[in-house]
């Protein structure tokens, strides 16, 4: 169902992201992390634009493709372009899942899951905190 693509790229320079991002964005974009569920100030953003990588500014998702999931997080039903994001199996906290991390610098951003609506099928589930927007 899922084309793993070429894989992670390496990440950016911790010293570095530690600098810029706050806490949260380092937890969840270089350590894995989830940040809670409704807490994410993109996750009720319905302005029109693209939402980018926090760490290095790719552009991953267009404000088109997003839709409300229910989930408290952002969710999108396809990327702008398969080449800005890879996916992995993740087999952490005793399930399967499908990891989303950034093609360009290996961050983590969420996970992809097969009950999104038509036509892809596919619910990106990405952290506010892995995501900076720009309005078109």
């Given at each position: 169902?899922f084309?793993?693509?070429?894989?992670?790229a390496?990440?950016?320079?911790?010293?570095?992201?530690?600098k810029?991002?706050?806490?949260?964005?380092?937890?969840v974009?270089q350590?894995?992390?989830?940040?809670p569920?409704?807490?994410?100030?993109l996750?009720d953003?319905?302005?029109?634009?693209?939402?980018?990588?926090?760490?290095?500014d790719?552009?991953?998702f267009?404000s088109?493709n997003?839709?409300?999931?229910g989930?408290g997080?952002?969710?999108?039903?396809?990327?702008?372009?398969?080449?800005?994001?890879?996916l992995?199996?993740d087999?952490s906290?005793?399930?399967?899942?499908?990891e989303?991390g950034?093609?360009?610098?290996?961050?983590?951003?969420?996970?992809?899951f097969?009950?999104?609506?038509?036509?892809?099928?596919?619910?990106?589930?990405?952290n506010?905190?892995?995501?900076?927007?720009k309005?078109?």
């Amino acid at each position: 169902v899922f084309d793993y693509g070429a894989g992670f790229a390496d990440m950016s320079p911790k010293e570095d992201l530690k600098k810029r991002l706050t806490k949260m964005q380092y937890h969840v974009t270089q350590e894995y992390g989830t940040e809670p569920p409704f807490s994410g100030e993109l996750n009720d953003n319905k302005d029109d634009g693209i939402y980018k990588c926090i760490c290095c500014d790719t552009e991953l998702f267009h404000s088109s493709n997003k839709f409300d999931s229910g989930t408290g997080w952002p969710s999108f039903c396809d990327p702008i372009s398969k080449d800005h994001v890879a996916l992995k199996e993740d087999t952490s906290d005793a399930m399967i899942r499908v990891e989303v991390g950034c093609q360009k610098c290996g961050a983590h951003l969420g996970h992809v899951f097969g009950d999104g609506p038509e036509p892809t099928r596919l619910r990106y589930c990405i952290n506010s905190s892995s995501l900076s927007f720009k309005k078109s």
